[in-house]
Structure formats: structure tokens, C-alpha cells
């Protein structure tokens, strides 16, 4: 998303919003500050608890690794003109098709073999997932968000059917499969530290993470370096241009939101994969939600949604330790939090970027203004 005033590229990427970011801090503080609380003390307790040490450095990067391919999901459909918040349905149908392939062949495959498999399976079951709203958009004139809305319910009721009735084992209560193999088990970033003598804490963290920053050289590469993306960018940008310069719009569409499902699908591998080892009923948890927060914070590029994401994984852990901390900061102060990143990073962008530009332009030194 740009700003709709002109502002230098650095500026709309970096500037922009760490300014948003600031603001949404202080308006944050002042609440804080008016319920009685210190400012200064959530902000160290939450900083400490996200990054303080190794092991609360590996929760906070693994949340960050599941929001990386939502925001991931989120930004390539933006870029083609389409609003994704279908992420949370994709990723859930993502993990039915990588738990699918793991229950049905992990006994049998090498893990060399069953890991690919699964991501493959994840990333297809989203993708198709997410193909057919974008075919009832561009071929029947269904809007994409609302189809996108009713698929996540869809999605999530074909889990609960499945493992209710399917899936799980007989005589268990728990609504979950089976566990896998252990060739479905994707290893540990403790695991692979010890592989290379380095010392490292056990926690969820895996190397679904690799995963994660290997889609963003994908996705940078696919948007802004191939005759692929950008006909899916012109088509984002005018759909009446790209027609007339004979780049078939509709099926740009589908495109834009099959990579987007494929994306959002490879959630199954941090969580799946790497750390429950068995399907789950709520293991997406709304992260294809806070894909969209990720997004809009990273200004819909790869390097902006690696940041977000690290922002958000710091909030999910750092706010953890804050509500188990301080006395009286409850965990919905820290959803607070959240929800003024998520205000001022989105709808005041367009509030904030005028003010940008009016100091940009005052500044001296016009190379400050050289666009990208």
C-alpha cells in the first residue's frame, strides 16, 4: 500500500512506518499511563521478554516465522488489486493437506523425502483453496473479500468434520490425528544449532523459519524481477491499462490469489510440522488475521513484512511476559497494544504520510527526495 501523497521510496518503506509505529507507541503509553501503569516498565518488561534471552528470542521468532507467510499471503494479492482475508481458511486447509500426506505416508518416507511432500501438499490445498473465490471474482463478479470471509468458515468447519469424525483416533477425547512419523517431523533450530556445535535453548522455533525468509526472496524476485509479476502488478495498478496492453486481467486474478493461497498454506510447516507433529483443530489461531496487520505495517514488500512480523512475534511473547509480570496489565492491554499498531500503521497511514511530505519537502538538500 502507498501513501496517496508522493513521498521518496525509502520514505514509504522505512520512514512512513516508523513514524506510525512511534505514534501508535505513544498513544499506547498514554492509556497505559491513564489505568495506572508505567510506561516505561511495560515497554522494558515486554522488550526483555521478547528478546532478552535465547530462548525468548526462539518464541518470538517463531511467531514471527507463521506471520511472515500470512503477510507474505496478504501482500502478493495486494499487489495484484485483490484484499486476501481468506488467509486463516488457506492456512488451515495448508495444514489439512500437509497432516493428509504425513498420515498417510510418514511410516513409509524418509524424512528427506516426506518434507517436501508436505510442503508441497500445504502450499497446493491452499492454493486451490484460495484459486476459487479469485475464479468467482474474475469469471462471475463474486467479490473476493466476501467469498474469501465465507471460505475461512467453510475451511475451518471441514477441520472440525474431519477430525472429529475422520481423523482421530478411536477411543481418544482430544480432537487431533494421530501423531505422525517421525519423518514428518520438521527439525528444531535447537537440533540444527547442535548439528553445527553451536549450544541452543529447545523451544518451538524451527527451521520453518529458513522457510519463511526463502519465500521473501521468492516473493521479491517474483514481484519485482519477472515479466510474471509484473503483469500481475500492472493488473493491480489498472485492470482497464492491462487489458488494453494486452495482459489478460482475470487471469492475473487468479493467479495473484493462487500464489497468495500457496503462501498462506506453508504455515503448515512451522506449525505442523515443527512443533505439534499431529493435526490440530486451532493451530492456525488467527494468524491469517494478523497477516493482514503484517502486511499493512510492511508496506506489502518482503523486507517491511519481515519487520512487522518481527514486531508482532515480539508483542505475542513480549506481551506474554508483561501480563505475567506486572501486576494488573492484563493480556487484553496488550491486544490494545496490537490494535493502535494496527490503526495507525493502516487507515491514519493516510493521515500521517501528509505530514511526511511536508517535512520531506522542507528539509535541506532535495537528494533527500530522490525516488527509488
Not at 523425502?113 to 502450499?123: E, N, R, T
Amino acid at each position: 500500500m502507498s501513501a496517496p501523497q508522493t513521498l521518496p521510496r525509502w520514505a514509504d518503506l522505512v520512514l512512513l512506518p516508523a513514524v506510525c509505529l512511534a505514534v501508535a507507541l505513544l498513544a499506547a503509553a498514554a492509556v497505559v499511563a491513564l489505568v495506572g501503569q508505567s510506561p516505561s516498565e511495560v515497554l522494558t518488561v515486554l522488550v526483555k521478554g521478547a528478546f532478552g534471552t535465547q530462548r525468548n528470542l526462539s518464541y518470538t521468532l517463531y511467531y514471527a516465522t507463521t506471520f511472515i507467510f500470512t503477510g507474505l499471503a496478504v501482500a502478493v494479492a495486494f499487489h495484484g488489486g485483490l484484499f486476501n482475508i481468506g488467509g486463516e481458511g488457506q492456512a488451515i486447509m495448508g495444514g489439512l493437506g500437509a497432516g493428509l500426506v504425513a498420515l498417510w505416508l510418514s511410516t513409509s518416507l524418509p524424512a528427506w523425502a516426506m518434507l517436501p511432500l508436505m510442503l508441497a501438499a500445504g502450499a497446493m490445498f491452499g492454493m486451490v483453496w484460495a484459486a476459487i473465490p479469485a475464479y468467482l471474482q474474475a469469471y462471475r463478479g463474486s467479490h473476493v473479500v466476501i467469498t474469501t470471509i465465507m471460505f475461512n468458515f467453510i475451511a475451518s468447519s471441514v477441520l472440525v468434520y474431519l477430525l472429529v469424525n475422520q481423523l482421530r483416533p478411536p477411543g481418544e477425547m482430544a480432537i487431533e490425528s494421530a501423531p505422525f512419523a517421525p519423518s514428518a517431523k520438521l527439525p528444531s533450530m535447537h537440533d540444527a544449532m547442535g548439528w553445527l556445535g553451536i549450544e541452543w535453548p529447545r523451544s518451538p522455533l524451527n527451521l520453518s523459519l529458513l522457510l519463511a525468509l526463502a519465500a521473501c526472496v521468492a516473493v521479491y524476485l517474483f514481484l519485482w524481477r519477472s515479466r510474471a509479476g509484473y503483469r500481475l502488478r500492472a493488473v493491480g495498478a489498472s485492470p482497464s491499462a492491462a487489458d488494453y496492453a494486452g495482459i489478460h486481467s482475470r487471469h492475473q486474478v487468479v493467479v495473484a490469489m493462487a500464489v497468495s493461497g500457496a503462501l498462506a498454506g506453508m504455515v503448515a510447516m512451522n506449525e505442523i510440522a515443527g512443533v505439534s507433529g499431529k493435526l490440530l483443530l486451532e493451530y492456525v489461531s488467527g494468524a491469517g488475521f494478523t497477516g493482514i496487520a503484517v502486511a499493512l505495517m510492511g508496506r506489502n514488500h518482503p523486507v517491511g513484512i519481515v519487520a512487522a512480523s518481527l514486531l508482532f512475534g515480539a508483542l505475542f511473547q513480549g506481551g506474554a511476559e508483561v501480563a505475567f509480570d506486572v501486576p494488573g496489565f492484563s493480556r487484553d492491554m496488550v491486544v490494545m497494544l496490537q490494535g493502535f499498531i494496527v490503526l495507525f500503521s493502516g487507515a491514519l497511514t493516510y493521515a500521517i504520510a501528509p505530514l511526511l511530505v511536508w517535512v520531506l519537502g522542507r528539509l535541506p538538500g532535495r537528494l533527500l527526495w530522490t525516488k527509488a
